[in-house]
Protein backbone atom coordinates (compact mmCIF):
# COMPACT_ATOMS: atom_id res chain seq x y z
CA UNK A 1 0.00 0.00 0.00
CA UNK A 2 2.61 2.56 1.01
CA UNK A 3 4.26 1.96 -2.38
CA UNK A 4 1.63 2.26 -4.65
CA UNK A 5 0.92 6.23 -3.18
CA UNK A 6 4.83 6.65 -3.83
CA UNK A 7 4.41 6.04 -7.63
CA UNK A 8 1.29 8.46 -8.10
CA UNK A 9 2.76 11.49 -7.71
CA UNK A 10 5.14 10.77 -10.76
CA UNK A 11 2.15 10.15 -13.04
CA UNK A 12 -0.26 12.93 -11.59
CA UNK A 13 3.43 15.47 -12.87
CA UNK A 14 3.41 14.12 -15.93
CA UNK A 15 -0.26 14.22 -16.81
CA UNK A 16 0.47 17.91 -15.56
CA UNK A 17 3.41 18.76 -17.73
CA UNK A 18 1.51 17.40 -20.77
CA UNK A 19 -1.48 19.54 -20.33
CA UNK A 20 0.94 22.66 -19.66
CA UNK A 21 2.66 21.84 -23.37
CA UNK A 22 -0.08 21.66 -24.78
CA UNK A 23 -1.61 24.68 -23.93
CA UNK A 24 1.73 26.45 -24.61
CA UNK A 25 1.38 24.92 -28.41
CA UNK A 26 -1.89 26.31 -28.95
CA UNK A 27 -0.87 30.04 -27.53
CA UNK A 28 1.95 29.47 -30.53
CA UNK A 29 -0.34 28.70 -33.61
CA UNK A 30 -0.50 32.15 -35.57
CA UNK A 31 -3.91 33.50 -35.61
CA UNK A 32 -5.67 32.69 -38.91
CA UNK A 33 -5.51 35.89 -41.74
CA UNK A 34 -8.49 37.91 -43.18
CA UNK A 35 -8.14 38.37 -46.91
CA UNK A 36 -9.06 41.45 -48.35
CA UNK A 37 -12.89 41.42 -49.63
CA UNK A 38 -12.50 42.92 -53.55
CA UNK A 39 -15.07 43.49 -56.18
CA UNK A 40 -13.96 43.13 -59.91
CA UNK A 41 -15.57 44.19 -63.51
CA UNK A 42 -15.01 42.93 -66.62
CA UNK A 43 -12.71 44.52 -69.24
CA UNK A 44 -15.07 45.04 -72.31
CA UNK A 45 -14.84 46.58 -75.75
CA UNK A 46 -15.92 49.83 -76.90
CA UNK A 47 -15.48 52.64 -79.75
CA UNK A 48 -12.18 53.47 -80.24
CA UNK A 49 -12.36 57.42 -80.34
CA UNK A 50 -14.63 59.58 -77.14
CA UNK A 51 -18.18 60.93 -77.57
CA UNK A 52 -18.61 64.32 -78.08
CA UNK A 53 -20.93 65.69 -74.97
CA UNK A 54 -23.06 68.70 -74.96
CA UNK A 55 -26.03 70.70 -74.39
CA UNK A 56 -28.81 72.39 -76.88
CA UNK A 57 -32.10 73.36 -77.58
CA UNK A 58 -35.29 71.29 -78.56
CA UNK A 59 -37.02 72.79 -81.28
CA UNK A 60 -39.27 72.26 -84.00
CA UNK A 61 -38.15 70.75 -87.19
CA UNK A 62 -39.78 73.15 -89.28
CA UNK A 63 -40.47 76.87 -87.65
CA UNK A 64 -41.96 79.36 -89.49
CA UNK A 65 -42.17 82.73 -88.56
CA UNK A 66 -45.19 84.08 -89.64
CA UNK A 67 -45.95 88.21 -90.76
CA UNK A 68 -48.31 90.27 -92.96
CA UNK A 69 -47.18 91.41 -95.95
CA UNK A 70 -47.93 95.30 -95.31
CA UNK A 71 -47.71 97.17 -92.29
CA UNK A 72 -50.67 98.70 -90.01
CA UNK A 73 -52.66 97.98 -87.18
CA UNK A 74 -53.24 94.63 -85.85
CA UNK A 75 -57.46 94.06 -86.09
CA UNK A 76 -57.18 90.40 -84.62
CA UNK A 77 -54.69 88.05 -83.47
CA UNK A 78 -57.26 84.95 -82.92
CA UNK A 79 -54.25 82.49 -81.17
CA UNK A 80 -51.99 82.06 -77.94
CA UNK A 81 -48.94 80.29 -77.13
CA UNK A 82 -49.51 76.69 -77.23
CA UNK A 83 -52.68 76.96 -79.43
CA UNK A 84 -53.07 73.48 -81.66
CA UNK A 85 -53.89 75.05 -85.35
CA UNK A 86 -55.45 73.53 -88.95
CA UNK A 87 -54.32 74.44 -92.13
CA UNK A 88 -56.31 77.26 -94.12
CA UNK A 89 -56.94 78.54 -90.42
CA UNK A 90 -56.85 82.30 -90.03
CA UNK A 91 -54.72 83.41 -87.03
CA UNK A 92 -54.60 87.23 -87.72
CA UNK A 93 -55.43 90.16 -89.81
CA UNK A 94 -54.57 93.70 -90.04
CA UNK A 95 -56.98 96.76 -90.41
CA UNK A 96 -57.62 96.65 -94.37
CA UNK A 97 -59.07 100.32 -94.37
CA UNK A 98 -55.92 101.75 -95.70
CA UNK A 99 -55.22 98.77 -98.07
CA UNK A 100 -58.95 98.49 -99.46
CA UNK A 101 -58.25 102.33 -100.37
CA UNK A 102 -54.79 101.46 -101.83
CA UNK A 103 -56.61 98.99 -103.89
CA UNK A 104 -59.59 101.41 -105.33
CA UNK A 105 -56.77 103.70 -106.14
CA UNK A 106 -54.78 101.38 -108.47
CA UNK A 107 -58.42 100.10 -110.09
CA UNK A 108 -59.25 103.51 -110.72
CA UNK A 109 -56.18 104.40 -111.81
CA UNK A 110 -56.21 101.15 -114.18
CA UNK A 111 -59.57 102.26 -115.64
CA UNK A 112 -58.86 105.38 -116.82
CA UNK A 113 -55.33 104.34 -118.69
CA UNK A 114 -57.58 101.56 -120.09
CA UNK A 115 -60.36 104.60 -121.60
CA UNK A 116 -57.06 106.69 -122.42
CA UNK A 117 -55.67 103.68 -124.80
CA UNK A 118 -59.29 103.45 -126.25
CA UNK A 119 -59.06 106.96 -127.07
CA UNK A 120 -55.69 107.21 -128.07
CA UNK A 121 -56.48 104.35 -130.38
CA UNK A 122 -59.38 106.24 -132.21
CA UNK A 123 -57.46 109.36 -132.50
CA UNK A 124 -54.25 107.34 -133.91
CA UNK A 125 -56.77 105.71 -136.85
CA UNK A 126 -57.62 109.03 -137.59
CA UNK A 127 -54.22 110.67 -137.56
CA UNK A 128 -54.65 112.80 -134.57
CA UNK A 129 -51.86 111.47 -132.69
CA UNK A 130 -48.42 109.54 -133.59
CA UNK A 131 -47.55 105.95 -132.66
CA UNK A 132 -45.22 107.11 -130.17
CA UNK A 133 -47.64 108.68 -127.97
CA UNK A 134 -50.25 105.32 -128.49
CA UNK A 135 -47.29 102.86 -127.81
CA UNK A 136 -46.99 105.36 -124.67
CA UNK A 137 -50.43 104.94 -123.93
CA UNK A 138 -50.62 101.25 -124.20
CA UNK A 139 -47.36 101.52 -121.58
CA UNK A 140 -49.24 103.22 -118.97
CA UNK A 141 -51.97 100.67 -119.06
CA UNK A 142 -49.59 97.97 -118.29
CA UNK A 143 -48.18 100.03 -115.72
CA UNK A 144 -51.09 100.76 -114.26
CA UNK A 145 -52.45 97.15 -114.35
CA UNK A 146 -49.17 95.99 -112.92
CA UNK A 147 -49.72 98.30 -109.93
CA UNK A 148 -53.71 97.19 -109.46
CA UNK A 149 -52.46 93.43 -109.54
CA UNK A 150 -49.44 94.35 -106.56
CA UNK A 151 -52.26 96.40 -104.70
CA UNK A 152 -54.52 92.67 -104.85
CA UNK A 153 -51.44 90.87 -103.86
CA UNK A 154 -50.85 92.75 -100.88
CA UNK A 155 -54.24 92.61 -99.99
CA UNK A 156 -54.91 89.32 -99.69
CA UNK A 157 -51.95 89.01 -96.92
CA UNK A 158 -53.63 91.27 -94.94
CA UNK A 159 -54.58 88.25 -93.12
CA UNK A 160 -52.12 85.58 -91.61
CA UNK A 161 -53.39 81.77 -92.34
CA UNK A 162 -51.68 78.93 -91.12
CA UNK A 163 -49.71 76.91 -94.04
CA UNK A 164 -50.05 73.62 -92.40
CA UNK A 165 -50.93 71.72 -89.23
CA UNK A 166 -49.23 72.73 -86.05
CA UNK A 167 -48.53 74.63 -82.64
CA UNK A 168 -48.37 78.12 -81.63
CA UNK A 169 -44.63 78.32 -80.41
CA UNK A 170 -44.55 82.26 -79.41
CA UNK A 171 -46.97 85.39 -80.04
CA UNK A 172 -44.63 88.39 -80.87
CA UNK A 173 -47.36 91.02 -80.59
CA UNK A 174 -50.40 91.91 -79.46
CA UNK A 175 -53.90 93.20 -80.79
CA UNK A 176 -53.89 97.04 -82.12
CA UNK A 177 -50.47 97.23 -82.27
CA UNK A 178 -48.50 98.75 -85.17
CA UNK A 179 -46.33 96.51 -86.67
CA UNK A 180 -44.12 97.02 -90.06
CA UNK A 181 -44.21 94.59 -93.19
CA UNK A 182 -42.45 91.55 -92.35
CA UNK A 183 -42.12 92.15 -88.73
CA UNK A 184 -42.56 88.55 -87.36
CA UNK A 185 -46.06 88.29 -85.80
CA UNK A 186 -46.25 84.32 -84.78
CA UNK A 187 -43.81 81.49 -84.65
CA UNK A 188 -45.19 78.28 -85.86
CA UNK A 189 -44.28 74.87 -85.40
CA UNK A 190 -45.04 72.35 -87.95
CA UNK A 191 -46.51 69.54 -86.12
CA UNK A 192 -45.73 66.55 -88.89
CA UNK A 193 -42.55 67.76 -89.30
CA UNK A 194 -40.42 66.03 -86.04
CA UNK A 195 -38.10 67.68 -83.79
CA UNK A 196 -34.54 68.99 -84.08
CA UNK A 197 -31.74 70.09 -81.17
CA UNK A 198 -29.91 72.95 -82.17
CA UNK A 199 -26.42 73.01 -80.84
CA UNK A 200 -22.77 74.68 -80.69
CA UNK A 201 -19.38 72.53 -81.45
CA UNK A 202 -15.86 74.27 -81.05
CA UNK A 203 -13.12 73.43 -83.80
CA UNK A 204 -11.69 70.30 -81.79
CA UNK A 205 -14.75 68.72 -82.17
CA UNK A 206 -16.71 70.09 -85.47
CA UNK A 207 -14.02 68.38 -87.59
CA UNK A 208 -14.89 65.03 -86.00
CA UNK A 209 -18.89 65.37 -86.75
CA UNK A 210 -20.28 64.47 -90.22
CA UNK A 211 -23.75 64.00 -91.44
CA UNK A 212 -25.33 60.98 -90.44
CA UNK A 213 -23.56 59.83 -87.17
CA UNK A 214 -25.48 58.67 -84.45
CA UNK A 215 -26.84 60.75 -81.61
CA UNK A 216 -28.27 60.32 -77.70
CA UNK A 217 -30.63 62.51 -76.23
CA UNK A 218 -31.39 63.72 -72.90
CA UNK A 219 -33.94 65.64 -71.24
CA UNK A 220 -34.07 67.41 -68.14
CA UNK A 221 -37.67 67.72 -67.97
CA UNK A 222 -38.17 63.46 -68.63
CA UNK A 223 -35.59 62.16 -66.88
CA UNK A 224 -34.72 58.26 -67.06
CA UNK A 225 -35.73 58.60 -71.23
CA UNK A 226 -33.34 58.50 -73.64
CA UNK A 227 -33.79 59.49 -76.88
CA UNK A 228 -31.93 58.79 -80.34
CA UNK A 229 -31.41 61.08 -83.75
CA UNK A 230 -28.34 61.37 -86.68
CA UNK A 231 -26.53 64.34 -87.29
CA UNK A 232 -28.41 65.94 -90.23
CA UNK A 233 -26.67 69.46 -90.51
CA UNK A 234 -23.62 70.88 -89.71
CA UNK A 235 -22.23 74.52 -90.31
CA UNK A 236 -19.62 74.85 -93.30
CA UNK A 237 -18.65 78.68 -90.88
CA UNK A 238 -18.05 79.60 -87.15
CA UNK A 239 -20.46 82.15 -85.53
CA UNK A 240 -18.89 85.32 -86.04
CA UNK A 241 -19.81 86.19 -82.48
CA UNK A 242 -19.51 82.66 -80.22
CA UNK A 243 -16.87 81.27 -82.40
CA UNK A 244 -18.78 77.93 -82.71
CA UNK A 245 -20.02 75.66 -85.43
CA UNK A 246 -24.09 74.80 -85.25
CA UNK A 247 -25.19 71.45 -85.81
CA UNK A 248 -28.34 70.31 -85.93
CA UNK A 249 -29.69 66.75 -84.76
CA UNK A 250 -33.05 65.60 -86.36
CA UNK A 251 -34.82 62.98 -83.30
CA UNK A 252 -36.11 59.66 -84.39
CA UNK A 253 -40.33 59.46 -83.91
CA UNK A 254 -41.40 59.28 -80.29
CA UNK A 255 -44.57 59.64 -78.61
CA UNK A 256 -42.96 61.62 -75.43
CA UNK A 257 -44.54 65.11 -74.83
CA UNK A 258 -41.65 66.81 -76.45
CA UNK A 259 -41.96 70.85 -76.12
CA UNK A 260 -39.70 73.40 -78.37
CA UNK A 261 -37.38 75.39 -76.20
CA UNK A 262 -36.37 71.87 -73.88
CA UNK A 263 -32.62 71.82 -72.61
CA UNK A 264 -31.16 68.75 -74.39
CA UNK A 265 -27.94 66.80 -73.30
CA UNK A 266 -26.54 65.72 -76.54
CA UNK A 267 -23.83 62.48 -77.09
CA UNK A 268 -22.72 62.26 -80.51
CA UNK A 269 -21.10 59.01 -81.36
CA UNK A 270 -18.79 60.39 -84.44
CA UNK A 271 -17.96 57.97 -87.00
CA UNK A 272 -14.74 57.94 -86.30
CA UNK A 273 -15.92 56.05 -83.35
CA UNK A 274 -16.34 53.03 -85.43
CA UNK A 275 -12.89 53.00 -87.01
CA UNK A 276 -11.47 50.85 -84.22
CA UNK A 277 -11.83 49.25 -80.59
CA UNK A 278 -10.87 49.52 -77.20
CA UNK A 279 -10.61 48.18 -74.17
CA UNK A 280 -12.60 50.47 -71.33
CA UNK A 281 -12.51 49.45 -67.82
CA UNK A 282 -14.41 51.26 -64.50
CA UNK A 283 -12.71 54.43 -63.86
CA UNK A 284 -12.61 53.18 -60.24
CA UNK A 285 -10.24 50.10 -60.95
CA UNK A 286 -7.63 53.01 -61.41
CA UNK A 287 -5.13 52.94 -58.96
CA UNK A 288 -2.07 54.75 -59.71
CA UNK A 289 -1.47 57.46 -62.58
CA UNK A 290 1.04 59.35 -64.42
CA UNK A 291 0.50 60.74 -67.29
CA UNK A 292 -0.78 58.34 -69.88
CA UNK A 293 0.62 55.55 -67.83
CA UNK A 294 -1.60 54.24 -65.17
CA UNK A 295 -1.78 50.86 -62.93
CA UNK A 296 -4.88 48.68 -62.49
CA UNK A 297 -5.11 45.42 -60.57
CA UNK A 298 -6.25 42.13 -61.95
CA UNK A 299 -7.86 39.13 -60.40
CA UNK A 300 -5.77 35.93 -61.37
CA UNK A 301 -6.33 33.03 -59.26
CA UNK A 302 -7.40 34.51 -55.74
CA UNK A 303 -4.58 36.76 -56.30
CA UNK A 304 -3.99 40.53 -57.10
CA UNK A 305 -1.49 41.37 -59.86
CA UNK A 306 -0.44 44.48 -60.26
CA UNK A 307 -0.81 45.66 -64.37
CA UNK A 308 0.51 48.87 -66.10
CA UNK A 309 -1.77 50.11 -68.37
CA UNK A 310 -1.57 52.96 -70.96
CA UNK A 311 -4.61 55.30 -71.00
CA UNK A 312 -6.61 56.84 -74.38
CA UNK A 313 -9.21 59.10 -72.63
CA UNK A 314 -11.91 59.21 -70.17
CA UNK A 315 -15.31 58.59 -71.40
CA UNK A 316 -17.70 59.57 -68.49
CA UNK A 317 -17.39 56.66 -65.76
CA UNK A 318 -14.77 54.52 -67.59
CA UNK A 319 -11.44 54.69 -68.87
CA UNK A 320 -10.53 53.67 -72.40
CA UNK A 321 -7.37 51.94 -72.81
CA UNK A 322 -4.39 51.67 -75.59
CA UNK A 323 -2.17 48.69 -74.00
CA UNK A 324 -2.40 46.59 -71.21
CA UNK A 325 -5.30 44.70 -70.67
CA UNK A 326 -7.30 42.26 -72.91
CA UNK A 327 -10.92 42.01 -73.19
CA UNK A 328 -12.53 39.70 -70.52
CA UNK A 329 -9.93 40.08 -68.11
CA UNK A 330 -11.44 41.04 -64.50
CA UNK A 331 -10.15 44.40 -62.93
CA UNK A 332 -10.07 44.87 -59.44
CA UNK A 333 -12.54 47.78 -58.75
CA UNK A 334 -13.45 47.92 -55.03
CA UNK A 335 -10.41 47.68 -52.71
CA UNK A 336 -8.04 48.06 -55.08
CA UNK A 337 -6.82 50.99 -53.16
CA UNK A 338 -5.25 48.99 -50.53
CA UNK A 339 -4.04 46.05 -52.31
CA UNK A 340 -0.15 44.58 -53.04
CA UNK A 341 0.90 43.06 -55.98
CA UNK A 342 0.56 39.35 -55.37
CA UNK A 343 -1.88 39.54 -52.54
CA UNK A 344 -4.89 37.02 -51.92
CA UNK A 345 -7.93 38.50 -52.02
CA UNK A 346 -11.51 37.26 -51.62
CA UNK A 347 -14.40 38.60 -53.35
CA UNK A 348 -17.23 39.99 -51.81
CA UNK A 349 -20.62 40.12 -51.94
CA UNK A 350 -22.14 41.72 -55.48
CA UNK A 351 -24.08 44.44 -54.63
CA UNK A 352 -27.78 44.72 -54.16
CA UNK A 353 -30.82 46.99 -54.77
CA UNK A 354 -32.36 48.39 -52.07
CA UNK A 355 -35.78 47.01 -51.70
CA UNK A 356 -38.37 48.89 -49.63
Not at 73 to 89: A, F, H, P, W
Not at 242 to 270: R, Y
Not at 296 to 303: G, R
Amino acid sequence: MPRLFSVLPPLLLSASLLAIAGCNSNADDPPPVELSRVRTAPAVVGPAAPSIRTNGLLANEDEIRLSFKVGGVIRRLSVTEGDQVRKGQKLAEIEQTEIDAQVEQAAQAHEKARRDLERGERLYADKVISLEQLQDLRTQLAVNEAALNSAKFNWSYAAIVAPHDGTVLRRLAEERELVQAGNPILVLGAKDKGFIVRTGLADREIVQVKLGDEAQIRLDALPGKTLTGKVTEVSGASDTGSGMFGIEVSLDPTDLPLKSGLVAKLTIIPATAKAGERIYVPIGAIVEGDGRTARVFVLEQNHARRREVDVAFIEGETVALNTGLKAGEQVITDGAQYLEDGEEVTLAEPLTANRE
